[in-house]
């Protein structure tokens, strides 16, 4: 029986002032002292003079930062005995500002230059696509690279201000500090740009997303189209984007568009024998589980990371896993997302979603990149965003038809039949009037999302946007520090780096 706690979107606190301030987002260059230096090319960026070219470097525009490490600072995750620990690791865990350094992987400031950096590859296409001569034929495929590029610009800002800036939602209006809205290339030295308002960096994701909807045609990517923003991962990102901005008819909207009559074309089943067969491998799930030929997976982006290494950082308490995954309102039934997991450390689990991946820096190095295919989006995530509007437009039925779906797909061994009555009992809740059909069913959705997208860093965004409070223990098992509802230090601290050389004024701690 799992207890009901009260959950509204009130967000955090408006603590963060809204004074405008100046960054600078370019890393310090190292010049040579060359009495010719000023004659010459003084980068190597490509001569961006046709469609091939354009199309080239926007393979450069998906951030190759991941956000999964933010579930080190989440309520999924445990202080891991046994596994490498770096310092920034164990300032997070106790959300103290990780003062890192940009090219350390799995860190804001790691994200925060990694994601700004394939921005500005996007906008030096959109600086030239549209003075490129083109015949009638082409002018279709330069519409769909002019697409991807707002797209790309638009995603990587949107992910930057969910994490750098407050959250946008009843509770606040946006007037609070967020990040730099870049949309041009960077041609000069140290340039300064302005922080924009969380409100003002939403306005422009939205211009973009959705004059990149329209220009957008997936003809153009037919041999790679889940490594581009084809038309419906740009569908999912506007389900995920007007879901965060509290717009629940338009995230409903494009919820429709992706989904149809046919959700369940979008939801892998995990009771298959094709998945259930897999278990057997952990490297064939992951395999499976990441793979393009699903329908459900929509974008896949290659990340630069450790989260999937079973030696590295924190992972999931052993006990709190099996308690999380046997956790549900149907009796006798299986959720088979609980298995496979990995072994992490000497107390904790892993679940098996990525494929641990290494590319050499040469053929007979032993040295390189550890990296993961990530989802960006998956077609289970506006299933559930749908759900969450459904419950928002009180539209109640429509919300458990689509968790049925879901529940057909996950469970298996026992009548896996959702309604509010077994919700209602579930919760303990049969006889609270106070515990409205709303409530229960946010509750239920939100116990879906941390069970869907554990150790993909999907949780930490849930925790802001409910503003749910969070303890992490020590290794001997007791309370080292506690993240507050309304707590501050969910907007994650800008750079160090970028605070120093530019000037940028800190979020308030």
């Given at each position: 029986?799992?207890?009901?706690?009260?959950?509204?979107?009130?967000?955090?606190?408006?603590?963060?002032?809204?004074?405008?301030?100046?960054?600078?987002?370019?890393?310090?260059?190292?010049?040579?002292?060359?009495?010719?230096?000023?004659?010459?090319?003084?980068?190597?960026?490509?001569?961006?003079?046709?469609?091939?070219?354009?199309?080239?470097?926007?393979?450069?525009?998906?951030?190759?930062?991941?956000?999964?490490?933010?579930?080190w600072m989440s309520d999924d995750f445990t202080y891991t005995v046994g596994t490498?620990?770096?310092?920034?690791?164990?300032?997070?865990?106790?959300?103290?500002?990780?003062?890192?350094?940009?090219?350390?992987?799995?860190?804001?400031?790691?994200?925060?230059?990694?994601?700004?950096?394939?921005?500005?590859?996007?906008?030096?296409?959109?600086?030239?696509?549209?003075?490129?001569?083109?015949?009638?034929?082409?002018?279709?495929?330069?519409?769909?690279?002019?697409?991807?590029?707002?797209?790309?610009?638009?995603?990587?800002?949107?992910?930057?201000?969910?994490?750098?800036?407050?959250?946008?939602?009843?509770?606040?209006?946006?007037?609070?500090?967020?990040?730099?809205?870049?949309?041009?290339?960077?041609?000069?030295?140290?340039?300064?740009?302005?922080?924009?308002?969380?409100?003002?960096?939403?306005?422009?994701?939205?211009?973009?997303?959705?004059?990149?909807?329209?220009?957008?045609?997936?003809?153009?990517?037919?041999?790679?189209?889940?490594?581009?923003?084809?038309?419906?991962?740009?569908?999912?990102?506007?389900?995920?984007?007007?879901?965060?901005?509290?717009?629940?008819?338009?995230?409903?909207?494009?919820?429709?568009?992706?989904?149809?009559?046919?959700?369940?074309?979008?939801?892998?089943?995990?009771?298959?024998?094709?998945?259930?067969?897999?278990?057997?491998?952990?490297?064939?799930?992951?395999?499976?589980?990441?793979?393009?030929?699903?329908?459900?997976?929509?974008?896949?982006?290659?990340?630069?990371?450790?989260?999937?290494?079973?030696?590295f950082a924190y992972g999931v308490d052993e006990n709190n896993y099996g308690s999380?995954?046997?956790?549900?309102?149907?009796?006798?039934?299986?959720?088979?997302?609980?298995?496979?997991?990995?072994?992490?450390?000497?107390?904790?689990?892993?679940?098996?979603?990525?494929?641990?991946?290494?590319?050499?820096?040469?053929?007979?190095?032993?040295?390189?990149?550890?990296?993961?295919?990530?989802?960006?989006?998956?077609?289970?995530?506006?299933?559930?965003?749908?759900?969450?509007?459904?419950?928002?437009?009180?539209?109640?039925?429509?919300?458990?038809?689509?968790?049925?779906?879901?529940?057909?797909?996950?469970?298996?061994?026992?009548?896996?039949?959702?309604?509010?009555?077994?919700?209602?009992?579930?919760?303990?809740?049969?006889?609270?009037?106070?515990?409205?059909?709303?409530?229960?069913?946010?509750?239920?959705?939100?116990?879906?999302?941390?069970?869907?997208?554990?150790?993909?860093?999907?949780?930490?965004?849930?925790?802001?946007?409910?503003?749910?409070?969070?303890?992490?223990?020590?290794?001997?098992?007791?309370?080292?520090?506690?993240?507050?509802?309304?707590?501050?230090?969910?907007?994650?601290?800008?750079?160090?780096?970028?605070?120093?050389?530019?000037?940028?004024?800190?979020?308030?701690?």
């Open positions: 029986m799992k207890k009901l706690i009260h959950i509204f979107p009130v967000g955090v606190n408006s603590l963060l002032r809204a004074k405008r301030s100046h960054i600078v987002l370019a890393v310090l260059l190292v010049f040579s002292a060359c009495d010719t230096f000023l004659e010459e090319v003084p980068d190597n960026r490509v001569s961006l003079d046709d469609l091939d070219k354009a199309a080239q470097l926007l393979t450069n525009a998906y951030s190759n930062a991941s956000y999964a490490f933010t579930d490498t620990l770096r310092t920034e690791h164990q300032q997070m865990y106790v959300w103290d500002d990780p003062f890192s350094n940009p090219d350390d992987q799995d860190t804001p400031a790691f994200f925060w230059y990694q994601t700004y950096t394939a921005i500005s590859h996007a906008n030096e296409v959109l600086q030239i696509i549209d003075e490129l001569e083109v015949d009638q034929e082409d002018r279709e495929r330069r519409d769909a690279i002019k697409a991807e590029a707002l797209l790309t610009r638009a995603y990587g800002h949107f992910m930057l201000v969910n994490l750098f800036g407050e959250e946008f939602n009843f509770g606040n209006n946006g007037s609070g500090p967020g990040v730099p809205y870049i949309f041009e290339p960077e041609t000069e030295f140290l340039v300064e740009y302005e922080r924009a308002s969380v409100r003002s960096v939403l306005d422009d994701v939205e211009d973009d997303l959705r004059d990149g909807l329209e220009l957008l045609n997936d003809s153009y990517y037919s041999n790679s189209g889940k490594y581009h923003f084809n038309r419906n991962a740009a569908l999912a990102f506007a389900s995920r984007f007007y879901l965060y901005k509290a717009d629940f008819i338009r995230c409903k909207q494009y919820s429709d568009e992706l989904l149809g009559s046919n959700p369940e074309a979008f939801v892998r089943d995990m009771t298959s024998e094709e998945f259930r067969a897999s278990k057997a491998s952990t490297s064939g799930y992951p395999q499976l589980y990441s793979s393009p030929d699903l329908p459900s997976n929509l974008l896949l982006i290659r990340k630069i990371s450790l989260v999937q290494r079973t030696d999380l995954f046997a956790t549900h309102p149907f009796d006798d039934a299986t959720d088979e997302r609980e298995n496979p997991a990995w072994v992490k450390g000497l107390n904790a689990l892993f679940p098996v979603r990525y494929e641990s991946l290494f590319e050499r820096s040469s053929i007979n190095s032993n040295v390189g990149t550890p990296y993961h295919i990530a989802l960006a989006f998956r077609g289970e995530e506006v299933l559930l965003n749908r759900v969450e509007a459904s419950i928002y437009n009180n539209q109640f039925d429509d919300a458990i038809a689509d968790l049925q779906v879901l529940s057909d797909r996950r469970y298996t061994g026992g009548d896996v039949t959702l309604t509010m009555s077994r919700l209602r009992t579930f919760f303990n809740a049969d006889d609270d009037a106070s515990f409205t059909d709303d409530l229960i069913l946010l509750n239920y959705l939100l116990l879906e999302r941390r069970k869907e997208f554990i150790g993909q860093g999907m949780r930490w965004f849930d925790i802001k946007r409910y503003s749910l409070a969070v303890d992490h223990r020590g290794p001997d098992g007791s309370v080292i520090a506690r993240l507050e509802r309304d707590d501050n230090r969910k907007v994650l601290q800008i750079p160090k780096s970028a605070i120093e050389v530019g000037g940028l004024e800190p979020n308030e701690r």
